[in-house]
């Protein structure tokens, strides 16, 4: 198991931007995917964004057009750059990276972080 270590959540105005970063203890050789999630409360979690290890992205249809999912490849994170953000864009936001260790596959969860969109 892996540590992931969100931060970046807050309260911001409608319009405003936010930016997500989540950092990965440890080194993992076989990373499958990582992604944003976001979960309300008595609600399933849902991805807000993903990107594999080859670079592909996809979004919500919420997300298009207003958030961007980036690597740091030196840093080793995943970014989520949030702008036009709006009220229902309020929600706990979870960091999960899925990963292969000695042929197994594991999907670990950061601690989440609260996003907030409010006047």
């Known amino acids: 198991q892996v540590q992931l270590v969100e931060s970046g959540g807050g309260l911001v105005q409608p319009g405003g931007s936010l930016r997500l970063s989540c950092a990965v203890s440890g080194r993992l050789s076989s990373i499958n995917a ?4 976001r979960q309300a409360p008595g609600k399933e979690r849902e991805l807000v964004a993903g990107i594999t290890s080859g670079g592909g992205t996809n979004y919500a249809d919420s997300a298009k057009g207003r958030f961007t999912i980036s690597r740091d490849n030196a840093k080793d994170t995943v970014n989520l750059q ?4 709006k009220p229902e864009d309020t929600d706990v936001y979870y960091c999960n990276i ?3 260790v000695r042929g197994r596959t594991y999907d670990d969860w950061g601690q989440g972080t609260q996003v907030t969109v409010s006047s």
């Open 34 to 37: 990582r992604g944003w999630y």
């Open 82 to 85: 949030m702008n036009s953000l």
């Open 98 to 100: 899925n990963y292969i």
